[in-house]
């Protein structure tokens, strides 16, 4: 029997030396080479890319002014419409489906935040958008581009100013008080809580300068044209104004 050879013992260094050796015996990759690891990581672990249901394909070729590029906001009740006129062309099932993948798109979504009325399958308008459609429709995009990384589908506006603009649109024209609006149109994110606020601000503002513009011109005796004319002001403008609603308490 052949006897191993004797391993001589490792002399003992320090300790202080035996630690520096263990933190330097294992060396870290290179920054690159580990920012190349994660992103690797991140794109294995990430879900897999969005396809469009099959059948809307077939509905843009039907309908190309309701799903194609500019969607128009569809009319409730067109899934029963769509059955009705197509038969089994469009499988019931399939049909449920395509139509719910579409309602949730960002392309829709924007349809339906950009205050445009429903339509039916003929492109004739039948009904607005209901102001707590809009008003989640417009929340809902803007917190979809803000955690986006391209947000150049904007094109010349950034997603805050957007969907500002919206809401002090959707704000004047629902007819509701700031506690009403608030009581109905429930809002969790603190983004999009400030953003409401910022936007009732600016409705406040506006309001209290059109009832000034109110007092000004029935003190003045004058037409709305002559009146328009004489403080420089666009007639629509004035004609807008006049015909706001004067109840003070309407944004309080």
Not at 57 to 84: M, N, S
Not at 136 to 148: D, P
Not at 169 to 183: K, M, V, W
Not at 213 to 228: H, I, N, P, Q, Y
Request: contains cysteine.
């Amino acid at each position: 029997m052949t006897e191993s050879p004797e391993i001589p013992p490792t002399p003992h260094a320090p300790e202080g030396e035996r630690a520096l050796t263990v933190k330097t015996a294992q060396p870290q990759p290179p920054r690159d080479e580990y920012r190349h690891r994660k992103e690797a990581k991140d794109k294995a672990n990430a879900p897999s890319a969005w396809r469009a249901h099959p059948l809307l394909e077939r509905l843009t070729a039907l309908y190309p002014r309701l799903f194609g590029a500019q969607c128009l906001p569809l009319k409730r009740g067109i899934y029963e419409d769509l059955l009705a006129r197509n038969g089994d062309a469009l499988p019931a099932s399939e049909l449920k489906a395509a139509l719910g993948q579409y309602a949730r798109s960002t392309r829709y979504l924007n349809a339906i935040a950009s205050g445009l009325a429903r339509h039916d399958l003929d492109g004739q308008m039948v009904e607005p958008v209901s102001t707590e459609h809009r008003h989640h429709a417009i929340l809902e995009v803007f917190c979809r581009y803000r955690n986006a990384r391209n947000t150049s589908g904007l094109r010349h506006q950034n997603p805050r100013t957007r969907a500002l603009r919206r809401l002090i649109e959707t704000i004047e024209t629902s007819g509701l008080s700031h506690a009403d609006y608030l009581e109905q149109m429930k809002v969790r994110d603190e983004d999009c809580a400030a953003l409401l606020d910022e936007a009732f601000n600016e409705v406040n503002h506006r309001t209290a300068k059109n009832a000034a513009l109110r007092r000004a011109f029935e003190a003045s005796g004058k037409t709305t044209a002559e009146f328009a004319e004489m403080y420089g002001l666009p007639l629509h403008a004035v004609i807008r104004a006049l015909e706001q609603r004067t109840n003070a308490d309407a944004m309080g």
